[in-house]
């Protein structure tokens, strides 16, 4: 067995400036998957808009899985090689900025999709290559503190993409905002990369290490459940709760949803270092059951934001172990790879969602009313199967370490 070497470090690695394009990233979604995908689908295609929405977001998630498949291992490539992972990171950056402009000013259907699909390709360039940062420059037992930012960043950058998104009046501006937060994201961490120098690297060759299936099977169905929630907000707030300003309305509650995560994400991360961390993803979907079922069973505005801040505490809980977890498990020899694959769980669960959910509602001859709490429903179960999957893992309570 035989390792690449590195440089000594030229300063301390700060797990906030590496997660910085994470934020970034995170804005797009949180304003395109829970929010403009919804609206702009409804605007330019209003004839059943709940079924063309699923057609949508399950081609750009097909592209974003098949990419991240394929970058992964030219990224290990170059990292065996004494390299690190910029200039996919670069790459990526530039193409999801032209990505976010082409999709707020496409006047078509049509070329919504293509700019989704264009959008999905770019970003993911970044993407799948940066799953890999938090193993790259921190040891497996400090996972959890890093993984902790990587999860309230996420969650704060999802909250201003859905700021935007909701408060911003032109799709012009939406787009130069959340473009101009892509960019600062990856001007921080590209900068921060530059003076630091990765942990050494094993290039002995890729074994599928185990438990690794268990986490992938249970990460994607817990994130099927996640889009599921996500996709149908919208269509809740505005077909079930029947609000007169849905885009506006469901903003506010994915805001609330992301700020109580980063804050759920915040908590988690010295837990997910000191406990069993399935132990920690399970409090954290328990949460966000019981959320799920007062959405279904309440129907009522007054309950709405609370019920979303206790989603989103439960939610960061689960992303601040679930990143703990993949650190944990995936070889680190060929992390982008692995991250890659292990990432389709998320990507594919783009697809599955709102394609599971679609036959479902087409087989429920459910009215419009009623669509969305079948929807709902069926992301409870998918929760609840994800949370009983993950004690099929093996215990990985984790050593203590320091930050170095």
């Known amino acids: 067995m035989t390792y690449a070497t590195t440089n000594m470090r030229a300063s301390t690695v700060s797990a906030a400036r590496l997660a910085a394009l994470w934020f970034g990233v995170q804005a797009l979604w949180g304003a395109l998957l829970g929010i403009s995908l919804q609206a702009r689908t409804s605007a330019l295609h209003p004839h059943d808009a709940v079924i063309a929405y699923g057609q949508i977001a399950t081609l750009g998630a097909l592209t974003a899985m098949v990419v991240q498949v394929l970058v992964g291992p030219f990224s290990d490539r170059r990292r065996r090689a004494g390299g690190d992972r910029r200039p996919f990171l670069i790459v990526g950056t530039l193409f999801g900025i032209a990505g976010v402009i082409a999709f707020y000013l496409a006047p078509t259907f049509a070329l919504l999709i293509a700019a989704t699909i264009f959008l999905q390709f770019g970003v993911n360039i970044a993407i799948g290559p940066y799953q890999a940062i938090i193993p790259d420059y921190f040891e497996p037992a400090n996972a959890g503190i890093a993984s902790s930012w990587m999860a309230a960043l996420q969650s704060a950058g999802n909250a201003c993409g859905a700021l935007a998104a909701t408060f911003i009046a032109t799709p012009l501006g939406v787009a130069l905002v959340l473009a101009a937060l892509l960019a600062l994201g990856a001007l921080i961490t590209i900068a921060h990369m530059a003076h630091i120098a990765p942990r050494a690297i094993e290039t002995a060759a890729f074994r599928v290490p185990k438990g690794a299936l268990d986490l992938f099977i249970s990460r994607a169905i817990l994130w099927i459940g996640f889009y599921t929630i996500l996709g ?173």
């Open 232 to 404: 149908y907000m919208f269509f809740y707030v505005r077909d079930t709760l029947q609000i007169v300003t849905p885009v506006r309305t469901t903003g506010v509650v994915i805001l609330i949803f992301t700020i109580t995560a980063a804050i759920g994400a915040a908590l988690s991360g010295r837990p997910a270092d000191r406990l069993d961390r399935r132990l920690v993803v399970n409090i954290g979907t328990a949460l966000l059951t019981i959320a799920l079922i007062a959405f279904i069973a309440l129907r009522h505005v007054d309950t709405l934001f609370v019920t979303a801040a206790l989603a989103g505490i439960g939610w960061g809980a689960f992303l601040t172990a679930d990143w703990a977890l993949g650190c944990a498990i995936l070889p680190r020899n060929a992390m982008a790879t692995a991250m890659g694959i292990w990432n389709v769980a998320v990507a594919g669960s783009q697809i599955v969602a709102p394609a599971l959910a679609t036959a479902i509602l087409l087989l429920t001859h459910a009215s419009s009313s009623e669509r969305p709490i079948y929807a709902l429903g069926l992301a409870t179960a998918e929760v609840v199967v994800g949370s009983i999957w993950i004690w099929r893992l093996p215990n990985l309570e984790p050593t203590r370490g320091s930050l170095g």
